[in-house]
């Protein structure tokens, strides 16, 4: 089955600019989580999603960052306008039921700088 | 504050040798605990997990060991492999909550050396 794929893998932009990722779950996973790593530090949750709807959305760190699951399927992540503290990796990740039975399954990430 | 912590940013180990990461927590409601395993330019992949009822778990060549009244929990690698050198991210969740939310620590960067 095909993974998690995010799309771009990298993107840089200046501050004040608009940006969007987009992750596509693996088929069927009704679960999917947005998270962000800065500057090789933790891993830190942004959202969840359970099909197009917002689980939990505590770690989304403020208004400037908006992200939608239309249809349940895929995902995108806008941030408008960027700052520079905003750079870093963004994963996306999806399983298929609720609960760490069954893990969660990583996208290789979108690198955002912010210059 | 973070409740998720790996102390050790970095750590060398020689081939065939035993590799030892270490994760500490500040959260007692925690019940369930993982291991991923990152390459650079890729994406954490899960390695290995234990609930909070037992205090080991064991999968080929990785154990994973909890010490909850020192909240504490360590990842053995034995034999290590070169290619077992990534980043090494511990995390920790409320499996009750059930949401699938977990809380990373930094990460620790293991090293084999053939």
């Known amino acids: 089955e095909a993974g998690v794929t995010q799309f771009p893998s990298h993107s840089v932009i200046e501050k004040g600019q608009t940006v969007t990722l987009r992750c596509d779950p693996i088929?069927?996973?009704?679960?999917l989580y947005w998270y962000r790593r800065v500057m090789g530090k933790e891993i830190k949750f942004l959202l969840h999603?359970?099909?197009?709807?917002?689980?939990?959305e505590s770690g989304m760190p403020n208004n400037r960052f908006l992200a939608e699951r239309t249809g349940g399927t895929y995902s995108t992540l806008k941030v408008q306008p960027a700052e520079l503290e905003d750079s870093g990796v963004y994963f996306c990740?999806?399983?298929?039921?609720?609960?760490?039975?069954?893990?969660?399954?990583f996208g290789n990430g979108t690198r955002l700088t912010v210059t | 504050d973070q409740q998720v912590k790996q102390n050790s940013p970095s750590l060398s180990v020689q081939e065939g040798r035993i590799s030892i990461l270490n994760c500490d927590y500040t959260?007692?409601?925690?019940?369930?605990f993982l291991w991923y395993k990152k390459y650079p330019a890729e994406g954490p992949t899960f390695l290995i997990s234990?609930?909070?009822?037992?205090d080991k778990n064991e999968d080929g060549r990785f154990t994973v060991f909890l010490n909850k009244s020192a909240k504490h929990l360590s990842l053995h690698i034995v034999p290590s492999q070169p290619g077992d050198s990534a980043v090494y991210f511990c995390?920790?969740?409320?499996?009750?909550?059930?949401?699938?939310?977990?809380?990373f620590g930094q990460g620790t960067t293991l090293q084999v050396k053939p």
């Open positions: 995390a920790a969740t409320l499996f009750s909550g059930n949401t699938g939310k977990l809380i």
């Open positions: 088929s069927g996973h009704d679960n």
């Open positions: 999603f359970v099909k197009e709807s917002k689980q939990d």
């Open positions: 959260n007692s409601m925690f019940d369930y």
């Open positions: 990740a999806s399983s298929q039921v609720t609960g760490m039975i069954s893990p969660l399954h």
């Open positions: 234990i609930s909070s009822i037992k």
